[in-house]
């Protein structure tokens, strides 16, 4: 700080205005999701069912088999990122790297839900009914679009205390007592 006072010169970025309890509960929630997520890919993995569409197996369909593969640790991954804003070790890891990865974990589950959000508006609006999309749509529609946002949306809040380089007292979900 400067001793005779601040610098009028000086330009402070608010980067948020959310409450930090706030920032701090969503970055938790996206870690709580994410492991969520994973245990749900790792489930299907085991030949689980509850959750897909009738008569649909990860286990015979390829493609959804590879997908499940690569989700359980990339979710895990997701979760490491998120605990990373919140927990003293990530203050450890570049502020670069990770800011990338976070807002794009952050792109990626939110990009992954748009495709749903015609449908969505349509039913809001009453131009379709539930009744018109087929098993897997409605899969899509109110299961796992859905919840595909809604990580991307947990992600996108715990972000927004994420910056590096904040202006000294400037809102740093790193720097509050984790312990």
Same mark, same amino acid.
């Given at each position: 700080?400067?001793?005779?006072?601040? +610098?009028?010169?000086?330009?402070?970025? @608010?980067?948020?205005?959310?409450?930090?309890?706030? /920032? !701090?509960?969503?970055?938790?929630? #996206?870690?709580?999701?994410?492991?969520?997520?994973?245990?749900?890919?790792?489930?299907?993995?085991? =030949?689980?069912?509850?959750?897909?569409?009738?008569?649909?197996?990860? @286990?015979?369909?390829?493609? %959804?088999?590879?997908?499940?593969?690569? #989700?359980?640790?990339?979710?895990?991954? *997701?979760?490491?990122?998120?605990?990373?804003?919140?927990?003293?070790?990530?203050? !450890?890891?570049?502020?670069?790297? /990770? $800011?990338?990865?976070?807002?794009?974990? $952050?792109?990626?589950?939110?990009?992954?839900?748009?495709?749903?959000?015609? =449908?969505?508006?349509? %039913?809001?609006?009453? *131009?379709?009914? #539930?009744?018109? /999309?087929?098993?897997?749509? @409605?899969?899509? $529609?109110?299961?796992?679009?859905?919840?595909?946002? *809604?990580?991307?949306? %947990?992600?996108?809040?715990?972000? /927004?205390? @994420?910056?590096?380089?904040?202006?000294?007292? #400037?809102?740093?979900?790193?720097? *509050? +007592?984790?312990?």
């Amino acid at each position: 700080m400067n001793p005779t006072g601040p +610098n009028p010169h000086a330009t402070v970025r @608010r980067t948020t205005r959310l409450p930090q309890p706030l /920032l !701090r509960a969503s970055a938790y929630a #996206a870690a709580a999701w994410a492991i969520a997520f994973s245990l749900v890919h790792l489930y299907w993995l085991f =030949d689980g069912r509850i959750g897909l569409p009738a008569g649909l197996s990860v @286990r015979g369909n390829t493609a %959804l088999l590879v997908i499940d593969v690569l #989700a359980v640790p990339v979710c895990a991954v *997701a979760a490491a990122l998120a605990l990373a804003l919140v927990r003293p070790w990530g203050t !450890r890891l570049p502020a670069g790297p /990770l $800011t990338v990865l976070l807002w794009g974990t $952050t792109a990626l589950l939110l990009f992954h839900a748009m495709p749903s959000v015609p =449908d969505w508006a349509a %039913l809001a609006v009453g *131009a379709r009914t #539930a009744s018109d /999309l087929d098993a897997m749509s @409605r899969f899509a $529609t109110f299961l796992y679009e859905p919840f595909f946002m *809604a990580g991307g949306l %947990l992600f996108a809040l715990a972000c /927004l205390g @994420r910056r590096a380089g904040r202006p000294e007292g #400037a809102f740093d979900l790193r720097s *509050a +007592n984790v312990s």
